[in-house]
Nanobody
């Protein structure tokens, strides 16, 4: 069974940085494309960033492009989301997701097979 555990969330001020981590309990982490999504209160879950199995391709939502960076360490079974220049509108629960499928639609939540429990990020103004 695949388990994804996020960490690194917290309460920060606007302009600060946070790094989220997602550790995966899988045999071969490089078999999985990985994504980060977020959900703010009263809103639908939205795509934030994704990374291909090899790490050579990355994808970002327009709202975070240039501020957030997704990366992965396949030796540590971990994907990261470095978040800089945080804004109050980045406040949300952030979820890590894993896609084992052959085709890959990085921005589509339904493409992902496994999800973590989420970690809260709160950015105060």
């Amino acid at each position: 069974q695949v388990q994804l555990v996020e960490s690194g969330g917290g309460l920060v001020q606007a302009g600060d940085s946070l790094r989220l981590s997602c550790a995966a309990s899988v045999r071969t982490f490089s078999d999985y494309a990985m994504g980060w999504f977020r959900q703010a209160p009263g809103k639908e879950r939205e795509f934030v960033a994704a990374i291909s199995r090899s790490g050579r391709s990355t994808y970002y939502a327009d709202s975070v492009k240039g501020r957030f960076t997704i990366s992965r360490d396949n030796a540590k079974n971990t994907v990261y989301l470095q978040m800089n220049s945080l804004k109050p509108e980045d406040t949300a629960v952030y979820y890590c997701a894993a896609d084992l499928g052959g085709g890959y639609s990085p921005r589509t939540s339904t493409a992902y097979d496994y999800w973590g429990q989420g970690t809260q990020v709160t950015v105060s103004s």
